[in-house]
Every structure is written in C-alpha cells, then in structure tokens.
C-alpha cells in the first residue's frame, strides 16, 4: 500500500511541476504581485487540483467518456476563459509603472479565486486525475489513504506554485520586471492565450 502511495504521489507532483496555466499564472503573480499575494494564488490552485481529484474519484471520467459533447464544451469554455485572462495581461502591459508600490495588487480574496478559476479552466487536470491518477489508487484503499492521498495533492500543488512564486518575487528579478514591463506581460499574456488555444481545441 505504501508503494501505491508513492507511486500516485510522485505520478502527481511530476505532473504539478509540468509548466501550464497554473505554473504561468504562479510566476506572473510572483513577479508583479510578490509572495504575500502568491500564496493565495497557490492556494486556490491547490484547491482547484483537489477539486478535480474528488472528482475523479467520483467518476466524472466516466461521464465524460459518456458525453463527449460535455468534455467539448468544458474545454471550449475554459480556453475561452484563459483567453480572456491572457487579454487583461495584455491590456495591462500597457500600464505605467516606475516602482512597485505603483502596482495595484489584488486583494488575498481575488488572487485565491484566481488560483481556482485558473486551475478549472484547465481541464487537462480533469483527464490526468481521470485517466491516469485514478488507475494508481488500488481498489481496497481504505477512506483515510484516500484523504492522505487528497492531501499530498493540496501540498503539490501549493508547494509547486509557492516554489516558482518565490524564484519569481525576488527583488531584484521584480526590478528588472518593472523595467521591462511591457515587454513580459505580453509575452505571458502570449503564451497564456496559446495555452487557451491548446486547451480549446485539442
């Protein structure tokens, strides 16, 4: 059983690690907002994760493979979402910004709620925990294995985003941010808007 264990643990914090949505938004906010903000960020994308995994758990592969259409739709709409948040990064670049109490920093409240949003628009999560996590769990896991297991999630993925969160609020690398601030928040909003695209469609 402990082998299990280890196995869906790591089998996860690979995948927490993998550079995605949650990953972009974490260093973003880490760079613009600092640490204090980034941890309510990862916090809500640790409970995004735990969503999707309880999920799972309660069989919502199943009524996906059952309903293609849903599965179609939730994709459409959560790349359509990232889009939307890659926009504002964009528009945001335009700002101007000489020193970093200039910044308007989201409130902890906004940043945790971004953290959720930004990991259930990604439905991907959805298929790893559905197509691959679950198949780790073994069938005679005992309820408090399974709330072990759903609590090594929440610590993956906050510990991933906390940890690229805190590379990215340093002080001097935040400096360097704000002197080339246009040029990063377009190229986050970019690559956030590819990510929506990915997600929609493929």
């Known amino acids: 059983m402990i082998a299990a264990f280890m196995t869906a643990y ?6 927490a ?5 949650a990953i972009l938004m974490a260093a973003r906010v880490g760079l613009r907002d600092g640490m204090q903000t980034s941890v309510f960020l990862a916090a809500g994308i640790a409970v995004g994760a735990l969503f999707w995994a309880v999920a799972a758990l309660f069989g919502l592969a199943v009524l996906f493979r059952a309903a293609p259409g849903l599965m179609w739709g939730f994709k459409l709409a959560g790349g359509l979402f990232l889009m939307w948040l890659a926009l504002q990064m964009w528009r ?4 101007d910004v000489e020193t970093p109490e200039n910044i308007k920093t989201p409130t902890p409240f906004a940043a945790f709620w971004c953290g959720v949003a930004t990991q259930l628009a990604n439905p991907k999560p959805a298929v790893f925990f559905g197509a691959i996590f679950v ?10 294995w399974v709330l072990a297991l759903l609590g090594a999630i929440l610590i993956n993925e906050f510990a991933c985003c906390t940890i690229v969160a805190r590379l990215f609020s340093i002080e001097h690398i935040r400096r360097g941010y704000l002197r080339l601030k246009y040029i990063i928040d377009r190229g986050f909003g970019g690559i956030l808007a590819l990510l929506g695209l990915k997600v929609a469609f493929t």
């Open 17 to 21: 690690a993998s550079p995605g949505p």
């Open 135 to 144: 198949g780790t769990i073994p069938t005679d896991a005992s309820p408090l």
């Open 10 to 15: 790591f089998l996860h914090l690979v995948a």
């Open 92 to 95: 945001d670049a335009d700002a």
